[in-house]
């Protein structure tokens, strides 16, 4: 079953603006982590934040996580057009250590 | 470095046929996870290895599907018989340990006629 959900569905912005996508959770959890698709092709890893930390960055990434409100939140800065692609949650929840669950997906479109 | 590899990366055949889908994980990884995705049901997990052992299978479909792992550097889904329904893009991915994050291939797009 998909756990988390992400908000928004779709966003649209213009190179050069900040893209912010969120995702809800429902379980307690060991780490989050933060996948890009793009179309046809397979997921990759961007970050992986774990229950213990609050922040963490890569580049023009920044992951924040909230345990107690069961949230997290993947800012992209200064996106570029290569950043268009569908942007995907997943926990790794305590008690089932090797699986993640993934939510629905943020398809991102940024534009020239 | 070579990532996970899947093939086939397509296939179309016609319901009824036996399907089997095949994965190469990451050397030294030792978790293999199968996935499908659909536009209705999103990305679900399939079925797990650790160490070459199926853990959780909960998210097989049906009887119809069956994995194995026969070694470290090998896997395969089979679907017998297949069905129209089970059109859809299948992912395998392999993962080094807990806390870590896993390797995803490019897909096998199934339809099935």
């Known amino acids: 079953s998909q756990q988390g959900e992400e908000d928004p569905q779709a966003l649209s912005i213009q190179e050069g603006e900040n893209a912010t996508m969120n995702c809800s959770y429902k379980t307690s959890i060991n780490n989050l982590q933060w996948y890009r698709q793009n179309s046809g092709r397979g997921l990759v890893h961007l970050i992986l934040i774990r229950s213990n930390e609050r922040e963490k960055h890569s580049g023009r990434l920044r992951v924040t996580l909230d345990t107690s409100k069961k949230s997290s939140s993947l800012l992209i800065t200064a996106s570029r057009a290569a950043d268009t692609a569908s942007y995907f949650c997943a926990t790794e929840n305590t008690g089932t250590a090797s699986k993640l669950t993934f939510g629905t997906g943020t398809r991102l479109q940024v534009t020239l | 470095d070579a990532g996970v590899i899947q093939s086939p990366r397509h296939e179309v055949t016609e319901m009824g046929q036996e399907v089997t889908l095949r994965c190469k994980p990451i050397?030294?990884?030792?978790?293999l996870f199968w996935y499908r995705q659909t536009m209705m049901r999103g990305l679900e997990l399939l079925i797990y290895?650790?160490?070459?052992?199926?853990?959780?299978d909960s998210g097989m479909p049906e009887d119809r599907f069956s994995a194995k792992m026969p070694n470290a550097s090998f896997s395969t889904l089979k679907i017998q018989p297949s069905e129209p329904r089970d059109s859809a893009v299948y992912f395998c991915?392999?993962?080094?340990?807990?806390?870590?994050?896993?390797?995803f291939g490019d897909g096998t797009r199934l339809s099935i006629l």
């Open positions: 290895f650790n160490n070459n052992v199926p853990i959780d």
């Open positions: 991915a392999s993962r080094l340990g807990q806390n870590q994050p896993q390797h």
């Open positions: 050397s030294g990884h030792n978790s």
